[in-house]
């Protein structure tokens, strides 16, 4: 689900304070609910922006920078390991990745790392 739209929160700040509404009437003529009216009203007292927020979650620690680095490292030397993929990232980004985001951030690209041993 989308975050309400800014000017929705604005409108729902301005009924409350300005318009001499109740919260729960706001709430019904916007159809949202008590607990967000509650919310923005308590930002914008404070000070705060009604901007929608980050919708929470690290920021990956794989980048566009670091994908690129792995697309262009496999495109060169598609039998490389996990172990010298992550010595690759750490030598030109500067970036200490365990091997288990490495690997899955190449699943994500759909480019598995699943070797098959040879058969004598």
Known sequence: ????????RVRVVAAVEEGGLSIPEVA???Q?????????????????????????GPVPLLQEKETTL???????RPDATLEELQQVLAAKCHTTASLST????LQGLNL????KSPRQ
């Open 102 to 105: 490495i690997s899955r951030r």
């Open 70 to 76: 792995l697309r262009q490292e496999l495109k060169a």
């Open 112 to 115: 598995p790392r699943e070797k």
């Open 1 to 8: 689900m989308s975050p309400y739209p800014t000017e929705l």
């Open 32 to 56: 949202v609910g008590l607990t967000f009216i509650n919310k923005m009203l308590k930002w914008h007292r404070a000070g705060e922006a009604l901007e929608p927020r980050h919708g929470g």
């Open 28 to 30: 019904r003529l916007f």
